[in-house]
């Protein structure tokens, strides 16, 4: 009886232990949100580890950033603060919620409108992997295209990425396909009139986005661009 006793009392503690672990916090936690004016926003909020402490930015919209503050977590709670500039005025926004694998839920409070308000909020974190489709826009002279790949890793090498890029019409299977330590890369051939032409691409991997670079040859002459794709819904 009392050796029972010591393992439901074990149990319990192991139990106990488990539920206050901290979860999974790091990565690109992304919403929807309607405006009070009806405008429909699309945030991400970027949490990271950098040397044992928590750190993180807001993405309000594409190409801007903010740096949260007042980051604090406990247990599966978590809550920050964001403070930026909006016409000449301080805006505070606090977010708090509770994360649950892959999902935040709970509340934002924001003088947005000029007064306090507070709103559902529902977060999910990005895959942390570059499988899916993803999306970007090609550029040439006033011509522009959307070019899409579509990626999936290698069941046998983990490292190695497969799939199959579009690019105006043409479909084809990418080359040199790798996945590592965050970076991605890929190469395209194509071929026109008997002649191939390879365009490669690097990049790393961000949560829903992939920011770096691409690189073919224009004439003999070797060129870059900057390359932003995004994770497309499949």
């Given at each position: 009886m009392r050796t029972l006793l010591l393992f439901l009392f074990a149990a319990a503690l192991t139990l106990r232990a488990a539920d206050s672990a901290e979860p999974k916090i790091e990565g690109t936690w992304k919403w929807t949100f309607n405006m009070?004016?009806?405008?429909?926003?699309?945030?991400?909020?970027?949490?990271?580890?950098?040397?044992?402490?928590?750190?993180?930015?807001?993405?309000?919209?594409?190409?801007?950033?903010?740096?949260?503050?007042?980051?604090?977590?406990?247990?599966?709670?978590?809550?920050?603060?964001?403070?930026?500039?909006?016409?000449?005025?301080?805006?505070?926004?606090?977010?708090?919620?509770?994360?649950?694998?892959?999902?935040?839920?709970?509340?934002?409070?924001s003088d947005w409108s000029g007064q306090p308000q507070s709103y559902d909020w529902s977060a999910k974190r990005a895959p942390d992997t570059p499988e899916g489709t993803w999306k970007w826009q090609t550029a040439f002279g006033q011509f522009r295209s959307e070019s899409t790949v579509k990626l999936e890793l290698d069941g046998k090498n983990k490292d190695k990425l497969k799939g199959k890029a579009k690019l105006r019409s043409t479909e084809v299977d990418i080359k040199e396909g790798k996945f590592k330590d965050g970076e991605v890369s890929f190469d395209v051939v194509r071929e026109r009139d008997g002649v191939e032409t390879v365009t490669s691409y690097r990049g790393k991997l961000d949560g829903d986005t992939i920011v770096g670079e691409t690189e073919f040859d224009f004439g003999g002459e070797t060129r870059t661009r900057e390359w932003i794709a995004t994770r497309a819904d499949d």
């Open positions: 009070p004016d009806g405008t429909r926003a699309e945030p991400k909020a970027r949490l990271k580890r950098e040397g044992g402490t928590l750190t993180g930015t807001s993405i309000p919209r594409p190409g801007m950033s903010v740096p949260i503050t007042d980051l604090k977590v406990d247990g599966d709670k978590i809550s920050w603060t964001v403070v930026r500039d909006a016409n000449g005025r301080k805006v505070t926004t606090r977010y708090s919620g509770r994360i649950k694998n892959d999902t935040l839920k709970g509340t934002i409070e």
